[in-house]
């Protein structure tokens, strides 16, 4: 058995929870629909929230199958088996084709179990790096500086210069290769801050593609708007693995076998997560801070989301469980800041968050003094299962992300208690530290236990751009959701509205086209630190990475403010069994 499958074969209990302890069933998401009225001047990001199902809801069984005509270990033996098979073939057919390995990498990413062929693709990606200007089709020169720029590896935007007229514009004959310039618009999603090419071919090959839709046959329709609508770059490949199931044609042997493969693996995942999921609301419930604290969110499934977009590997179950207790923590506190505190006692919940010391609590009302113990000795027993596993105590990194974000929510709520809004730059600077991101990376990086050094620590602690610009993307995410509605009261305090009062006679449509646009600019920072030698893993920027296309589905509100997307990608990778 291959190495990954027997990791996976370890951390996969097939064995689902015991029927004393509840599970969340598909009905529950209904409760999606509606978003939370909080205050109006709202602090969003990862501490906002809409209703979701609560650890003591009724709930329905999990889609378990109790009757098995193969036994889990056949399953496995076979699982392996067929993953040992692809891999030969991976290799094989990069050897003789360099295309088509490349579309079988591609294949294999946008099903999102590359995590079982990082080797094989590794190789075959350090190979590519000797042609990659040496091709004249749109398609293929296209693919492979997407994929090698996805794997860390700067290719030059002048690669496209072959595909320019004299004017220095890109073709009008390309207009007929659709193909080309599915590949071109996904390559043009790679860019970064000052490469203009990049840009011009994202507003070349987008044009050209959204005229198409209306003289293309429902099935090329279909993928073309996908293409559109979500890039493979900024588009979470657990969300969209359905879709390429769908749309993709097998005219060859090697994507039957990838399929089949992918499928055994999403049952597989499936039932891991729900097993994770029962673990989270046993130990939310268990903490009791549902029965003490009455006003807070009773939610750990929309935390446990974050956890299970973020680390895909199916390896990190621990890791999930455990990055879901601090995300839970966020939306606790937020809860405190947003819905119940007053001015004066969030000033001295600040204070004794900054101090860290448990007597530092004596003078806080009683519902902050359960919340700091309970955040207290989550803190500690965490900093306690990092030191045990990797030899390195994270305790006062942990500290310094948790007084930052007690130090941004005050800064928050004493703007919304003088009725002052801030300046836009202000806003987002200091919504970067409030949306709750950087106290989420910050966990998960000591949870990798990877590359864990008095460099990549120092660095961690002054939020690099690998964190700030996620942050950024969440809080313009969100904001341009709460800028929908123009007429609701009092200051919301979201960048729309910050910079509206900031730049007199600016219409909101204005303001948002900035908004989009400052979105645009944080991804080319993001795809930068791609490119950048940075003492970070991969696995963290991957989770990154993840953590910023997870946001669109977190925070696209419909007209009835309800999150369709979110409600689907739950019943995907929670609830769906994939036929075999």
């Known amino acids: 058995m291959a190495s990954s499958s027997w990791a996976f074969f370890k951390v996969f209990n097939p064995q689902i929870a015991p029927k004393s302890i509840s599970h969340i069933g598909q009905s529950d998401l209904m409760q999606l629909t509606h978003k939370k009225q909080l205050p109006t001047f709202q602090r969003r990001g990862i501490a906002e929230d809409s209703l979701l199902p ?40 990069a050897e003789l084709d360099a295309l088509e390995g490349l579309n079988m990498i591609d294949a294999v ?8 062929f990082q080797r094989e693709i590794d190789e075959i990606l350090h190979k590519q790096m000797g042609i990659v200007s040496a091709c004249d089709d749109l398609y293929d020169v296209a693919l492979r500086f997407r994929l090698l720029r996805q794997h860390g590896y700067f290719v030059p935007e002048d690669v496209f210069n072959n595909f320019k007229d004299s004017k220095g514009t890109f073709k009008q004959v390309l207009g007929e290769d659709i193909k080309g310039l599915m590949s071109l618009y996904e390559a043009s999603q790679l860019g970064t801050e000052g490469e203009d090419t990049l840009v011009e071919a994202e507003k070349f090959s987008g044009h050209l593609l959204k005229t198409s839709l209306s003289h293309l046959d429902h099935h090329r329709a279909r993928i073309v708007g996908n293409t559109l609508r979500n890039p493979h770059h900024k588009s979470l490949a657990s969300f969209m693995a359905r879709n390429f199931f769908v749309t993709s044609q097998a005219t060859n042997s090697w994507l039957n076998l990838l399929k089949e493969v992918a499928k055994t693996d999403f049952n597989m995942v499936r039932s891991l997560h729900q097993k994770e999921i029962v673990q989270i609301s046993k130990w939310w419930k268990e903490l009791g801070l549902v029965k003490e604290l009455k006003f807070a969110r009773d939610q750990p499934l929309k935390w446990y989301t974050w956890s299970m977009a973020g680390l895909t590997d199916p390896k990190l179950s621990e890791e999930r469980v455990e990055l879901t207790k601090p995300i839970s923590f966020v939306y606790l506190i937020d809860d405190i800041f947003d819905v119940y505190g007053t001015l004066d006692d969030l000033i001295l ?8 010391e448990i007597t530092a609590i004596d003078h806080l009302p009683d519902y902050m003094k359960i919340c700091f113990k309970a955040l207290y000795d989550m803190t500690n027993e965490f900093s306690c299962k990092v030191y045990q596993k990797h030899g390195w105590n994270p305790l006062r990194s942990l500290k310094i992300s948790w007084a930052s974000l007690c130090n941004a929510f005050l800064v928050e709520a004493k703007w919304f208690a003088s009725g002052q809004l801030p300046k836009s730059e202000e806003y987002l600077k200091n919504g970067i530290v409030s949306s709750g991101v950087n106290v989420g990376l910050v966990h998960m990086f000591f949870l990798l236990g990877q590359n864990i050094t008095r460099k990549s620590v120092e660095l961690l602690n002054e939020t690099p751009a690998m964190i700030s610009s996620s942050a950024a993307i969440l809080r313009l995410w ?16 979201s960048y729309v509205r910050c910079y509206l009062e900031e730049h007199e006679g600016c219409s909101i449509e204005e303001a948002r086209e900035k908004t989009i646009n400052m979105i645009s600019d944080e991804w080319k920072k993001l795809n930068r630190e791609l490119l950048t030698p940075n003492p970070f893993p991969a696995t963290f920027t991957l989770a990154s990475l993840n953590l910023a296309r997870m946001i669109p589905l977190m925070y696209s509100y419909d007209g009835n403010q309800s999150l369709p997307s979110l409600k689907e990608y739950m019943k995907l990778m929670l609830y769906e069994t994939v036929s075999m």
Do not use: C
Request: glycine letters at 6%; hydrophobic letters at 30%.
């Open 54 to 93: 609560s650890s003591t809801t009724p709930i329905k069984a999990m889609n378990v199958e109790t009757k098995h005509t193969r036994t889990m270990g056949d399953i496995f033996v076979q699982h392996s088996q067929k993953l040992e098979l692809f891999r030969n073939v991976l290799r094989n057919v």
């Open 109 to 116: 990413q946008r099903l999102g179990i590359d995590y079982h």
């Open 349 to 356: 919940f600040t204070e004794a968050v900054n101090r860290w």
């Open 478 to 493: 969100d904001d341009l959701g709460s800028a929908k509605d123009e007429n609701q009261d009092g200051n919301d305090g």
